[in-house]
């Protein structure tokens, strides 16, 4: 027998879509998590065949290890609009059913049914939750920066660049007015705060890349980060995969004999595709044979370049891919290579 549920999950309870074998989906229910995996454990050892799923969110992986340690095959999926009738009726009920439905369809051998996302190891979530911790903290600090710079703004004043540090500061508060200087500076201990936290993380993720081949120009730092958010590069079977995982694919809108392009998809990885593009950048001056960094040298305009930008910015990503799977080599792809 096969059972197959759709869960769609919240932080206190979870809404349980089942279908049995090929029958139609039955009512879906409320329930807690531990509701959940007594009836998913009570199938399991009734000899069913256990399929379920559930969107990728807030909630993490957590339901997806203990489901699997019960013996259930669970598929996380990717966050999509479910109403494709456009009725504009969002319920928990109704993505649950619909979520069931579409593992059943994706159990039949439709794969286009949801996009799964790839589960990291525990190890692997541990580590890519420390390398997004240092784009938080600069986060916070560039806010901190931008309230201060604000209230200045109100008060008719041009503050400097980096006004929040130590050098400038020194020379910036004097001329504040008592009232004002004391609101900005909390806002410039906050920020002194953030930083210092960054430098401590800084050097930590970099050794990560200590003695590994990098690109020049890419640095350790955005070598580490690159790889905290790929994983693994072998999960990729072909160079469209990588490059469509970046959302650095152009968008097209053709029919018949027309065929149009326009701007990104950004259907991918938002912190992998800020680093690529970061990176090219970077790499202009480093990297004088790589062929879609010359045709950025070569552009005629700022808006052609930044297009170039944006392709060798996808191109890069396949080419970490042929080089990290060993398909080719950096000599190959006319890359120079440095050691950190």
């Not at 769609?8 to 979870?14: C, G, L, Y």
């Not at 004043?157 to 504040?176: H, K, R, S, Y």
């Not at 960054?198 to 003695?211: D, I, K, N, R, Y």
């Not at 690109?215 to 070598?223: E, H, I, R, S």
């Amino acid at each position: 027998m096969t059972i197959k549920f759709g869960f769609d999950v919240h932080a206190t309870q979870v809404t349980s879509c089942r279908q049995i074998e090929g029958k139609l989906p039955q009512p879906a229910q409320k329930l807690t998590v531990e509701q959940v995996l007594r009836l998913v454990r009570a199938h399991v050892e009734a000899g069913a065949q256990v399929y379920t799923c559930y969107e990728a969110g807030p909630c993490g992986y957590g339901l997806h290890r203990q489901l699997g340690a019960l013996g259930a095959t669970n598929y996380v999926v990717a966050p999509q609009r479910w109403d494709e009738r456009g009725q504009r009726v969002k319920t928990d009920q109704r993505d649950a059913r619909e979520l069931c439905q579409r593992l059943d369809r994706y159990v039949r051998g439709n794969t286009e049914a949801f996009t799964v996302v790839r589960v990291p190891t525990p190890a692997q979530e541990q580590w890519r939750a420390l390398c997004r911790q240092r784009a938080a903290l600069l986060k916070e600090r560039q806010r901190c920066e931008l309230r201060g710079h604000g209230l200045m703004l109100g008060q008719s004043i041009a503050a400097p660049a980096g006004w929040w540090q130590p050098a400038t500061w020194g020379e910036v508060a004097p001329q504040l007015p008592g009232w004002l200087r004391d609101q900005i500076a909390r806002w410039q201990a906050e920020a002194m705060r953030f930083d210092q936290a960054v430098h401590e993380l800084t050097p930590l993720l970099e050794a990560h890349s200590a003695g590994q081949p990098v690109p020049a120009g890419l640095g350790a730092l955005t070598n580490t980060l690159l790889e905290s958010e790929i994983m693994d590069w072998h999960r990729f079977g072909n160079r469209r995969q990588p490059a469509s995982y970046t959302g650095l694919c152009p968008g097209e809108d053709s029919s018949g004999r027309r065929r149009r392009q326009h701007a990104v998809t950004k259907h991918g990885n938002p912190r992998l595709r800020h680093l690529l593009v970061e990176a090219i950048w970077r790499m202009v001056q480093h990297q004088p044979d790589y062929p879609p960094l010359q045709r950025i040298r070569a552009a005629h305009g700022a808006r052609e370049r930044k297009r170039r930008v944006v392709a060798a910015a996808r191109q890069l990503a396949v080419d970490l891919w042929r080089i990290r799977t060993d398909r080719q080599t950096p000599a190959q792809l006319h890359l120079r290579m440095m050691i950190h």
